[in-house]
């Protein structure tokens, strides 16, 4: 069968990482989170007192982190080790969401986070989630999906999301992060996060988790089918 790469980009909390996670479940395909790989970068800097404005500084710290994934079979998921070091629940909390924009604007950790992920997804049959996957990292990807949803309902789903994890973090708190984020996502200089020209948009503000996936599925089923044919012909 025919592999593809599925790119899907979009704004934070709208839906990405799960949609994307179970996209690449039903197809067998490899599932990486690149917003994990530049948390990580971030959470190194916190932890290391980098200084983002610091060039040198940034340029040592990057030659020191390596950054994996491994699956947890227990949670059926891929978990993003920093240094051999499981980070994943670090990486999701506040503090590196405050400063992870920023330190992904920088154009040295955007041009080694982006080697990365090419090395990652050499081998096709991949669903790759991020902000610049369809524009820059994989321009070539069969399918390119955008997605976007209602800034409140974000807000509202990031809320849950902590929640789940146990962090009770207000509403306001999480709307000024979120639309402080967009706005350097959208205007860093360094391939900023937009459509590309030939992604499918999908709103996720009223469809179910399944209905989302089932659009990918579909769409990336076609394409598969499309390949094949063209390739017997
Ligand atoms: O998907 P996320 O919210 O975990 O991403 C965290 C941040 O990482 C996001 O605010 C912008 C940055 N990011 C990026 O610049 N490029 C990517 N491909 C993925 C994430």
Known sequence: MKKIVIAIDGYSACGKSSTAKQVAAQLNYAYIDTGAMYRAVTYYFLQHFINPTNPRGVEDALKKIGIEFHYNAKTGANETYLNGLNVEKEIRGMAVSERVSEVSALPRVRHCMVELQRKMGKKKGLVMDGRDIGTTV????????????????????????????????????????????????????????????????????????????????????????????????
Do not use: C, W
């Not at 009770?168 to 590309?196: C, Q």
């Not at 020209?197 to 769409?219: G, R, S």
């Open 138 to 233: 994989f321009p070539d990807a069969e399918l390119k999906i955008f997605m976007t949803a209602d800034f409140d309902e974000r807000a509202a789903r990031r809320q849950r999301e902590l929640l789940d994890k146990n962090q009770l973090v207000a509403l306001e708190a999480i709307r000024d992060n979120l639309a402080k984020r967009d706005r350097i996502d959208t205007t860093r200089a360094e391939s900023p996060l937009r459509k590309a020209e030939d992604a499918y948009v999908i709103d996720t503000t009223h469809t179910t988790m399944d209905e989302q996936v089932n659009m990918i599925l579909h769409m990336a089923r076609e394409i598969i089918n499309q390949e094949e044919f063209q390739n017997k012909g």
